[in-house]
């Protein structure tokens, strides 16, 4: 797990601010995603970047917005959220997007939307 | 559609029992099947994953996985359960075309009693 490291580790907000979470993955991987876990839901996949490129997007709202500046990095914007986006936000990396590699997650980014 | 179902929210079992959590799967094609845990507080960790191949796969923490393609299942078993593999663990399979795609099952937590 130290391998993806995600700041901060907690974040409370209010639905104005903006905000920012940052997901760096140590292991040379090309793909990195972001997930939303939320309390008894599926973990659901919002962003797949593939060598910087997005290659997914999976219908979510506007007020995220995704930034992979390298390979190495992962950002996710955050504006007017709403207090259902609460959740915990996983980052992941994965060797290779088109090939059944296991991914690496981070250890989540708690948000708490006040 | 590919799909995994783990059918127990919970699952309960003394300290030095094996364990089982179970998985099943719906998938067209040759499946490729992931188990990864979760401990509090933190993100996934991926445990071990049926490519091809011997039906019995081994891997992290003394856990293993059985294959079963005439039941479609992918149960996950340790011989003698500790009270430190308490967690929520999650069984996971590529959606299919773009196999970074990920359908995750609803996750079974596990409590190993003392």
């Known amino acids: 797990e130290t391998g993806v490291t995600q700041t901060p580790r907690h974040l409370v907000m209010g639905m104005t601010n903006k905000k920012s979470l940052k997901c760096e993955q140590h292991l040379g991987h090309n793909a990195m995603y972001w997930y939303k876990q939320s309390a008894k839901k599926p973990l659901e996949l919002m962003f797949v970047?593939?060598?910087?490129?997005?290659?997914e997007n999976n219908s979510v709202p506007s007020r995220f917005s995704p930034e992979c500046p390298n390979s190495s990095h992962l950002f996710l914007h955050l504006h007017t959220l709403q207090p259902e986006d609460s959740a915990l936000y996983l980052c992941?990396?994965?060797?290779?997007?088109?090939?059944?590699?296991?991914?690496?997650f981070g250890p989540g980014t708690r948000l708490t939307v006040t | 559609a590919q799909s995994v179902a783990q059918p127990e929210d919970q699952v309960n079992v003394a300290e030095g029992n094996p364990l089982t959590v179970k998985c099943t799967y719906s998938v067209s094609g040759n499946p490729y099947l992931f188990w990864y845990v979760q401990y509090p507080n933190r993100g996934l960790q991926f445990l071990l994953k049926y490519i091809t191949g011997d039906n019995l796969v081994k891997g992290s923490y003394g856990f293993e996985a059985e294959f079963n393609k005439s039941q479609t299942s992918f149960h996950l078993k340790k011989p003698s359960a500790l009270v430190s593999d308490s967690a929520l663990y999650f069984c996971?399979?590529?959606?299919?075309?773009?196999?970074?795609?990920?359908?995750f099952g609803t996750g079974t937590r596990l409590k190993v009693l003392a």
């Open positions: 992941a990396s994965s060797q290779d997007p088109d090939r059944p590699y296991e991914q690496y």
């Open positions: 996971a399979v590529p959606k299919g075309s773009g196999t970074y795609k990920y359908i």
């Open positions: 970047y593939s060598l910087e490129e997005r290659v």
